[in-house]
């Protein structure tokens, strides 16, 4: 039905920046809320970034003023730029869609998630 596709993940030392893309493809009519979450090794997944279909951002103390999420509805895509980059940024990054079907419904998507490494 759906798939988001993440891209952009890797190695990069502290205070480095990344940019991480998810493109959503499948039979879409319409994508309410996207969002980044992260998931580090022992932890619970949490939300990174989010972003409504009018450009309107969130995000967690822990990011704030270091990431800055955007989309391109156009091309159903949602981007993350991250920049001072911390080695606690150490995590697998998942896209999430609200997405609306062709066939009425709708529902919450996720990518396969990205790695990305901070070094000290």
């Known amino acids: 039905q759906v798939q988001l596709v993440e891209s952009g993940g890797g190695l990069v030392q502290a205070g480095g920046s990344l940019r991480l893309s998810c493109a959503a493809s499948?039979?879409?009519?319409?994508?309410?809320?996207m969002g980044w979450y992260r998931q580090a090794p022992g932890k619970e997944r949490e939300l990174v970034a989010a972003?409504?279909?009018?450009?309107?951002?969130d995000y967690p103390d822990s990011v704030k003023g270091r990431f800055t999420i955007s989309r391109d509805n156009a091309k159903n895509t949602v981007y993350l730029q991250m920049n001072s980059l911390k080695p606690e940024d150490t995590a697998v990054y998942y896209c999430?869609?609200?997405?609306?079907?062709?066939?009425?419904?709708?529902?919450?998507?996720w990518g396969q998630g990205t790695q990305v490494t901070v070094s000290s």
């Open positions: 999430n869609a609200d997405v609306l079907l062709r066939t009425g419904v709708r529902s919450f998507y």
């Open positions: 499948g039979s879409i009519l319409s994508i309410f809320r």
């Open positions: 972003i409504g279909t009018g450009g309107s951002a």
